[in-house]
């Protein structure tokens, strides 16, 4: 089994990716170390310049990820700036700028960084389609889970507990990662 090393402290990131890959034959390890997380104007680049790092790091490869709300009304912000803006606005702060606003469209872009030690990074994307609710809702996960209505779910993330709203989330870049892999073993 070959062995990816995450680097996040996030459980729901390792337990996501555990579930998703180790049943395609990789073992995922995680090891939490301080990165950088640059400004930039996608979760790509976040995700790369991370990863990258990490493995020179590490010295060795290494898979890092980058998450962003991004909100059509509002011109695709928070995006890559997700993190600060919970920090600062939080989902009141969004509630607040979609107040009057009926297009409550709305997608988490995931962009997961695969780095070699030595190379540079390939970039694996799944993009998880939604809307943003009127009010917040649920006792389960964190912050924007208590807005976020995933497509064909009619309640928030937030009211559905880890196993569940674990298996909400569009899973392809990771499927595109084990399909990379697998490729370069041949």
Known sequence: MKEITYVTGNWAKILSAKE????????????????????????EEV?????KEASEKL????LKNDTGLFVEALGGFPGPYT????EKLGEDGILKLLENEDNRNACF?????????????IVFTSITKGVIAREKSGKYGWSWD??????????????????ERCLMW????????????????K
Do not use: M, R, W
């Open 20 to 43: 998703i890959l180790e049943p395609l034959g990789f073992e995922v390890k995680n090891e939490k170390i301080p990165t950088t997380e640059i400004q930039a104007d996608t979760v």
């Open 47 to 51: 995700a790369k310049f991370s990863a």
């Open 59 to 62: 010295k060795k490869s290494v």
């Open 83 to 86: 993190h600060y803006v919970d």
């Open 109 to 121: 872009i995931e962009a997961f960084a695969y780095c070699e030690y030595g190379k540079d990074p």
């Open 146 to 163: 208590y807005i976020f209505i995933p497509e064909g779910k009619d309640k928030t993330l937030g009211c559905y507990p880890d196993e």
């Open 170 to 185: 569009n899973t392809d870049a990771y499927h595109k990662l084990a399909e990379y892999l697998k490729e370069k073993e």
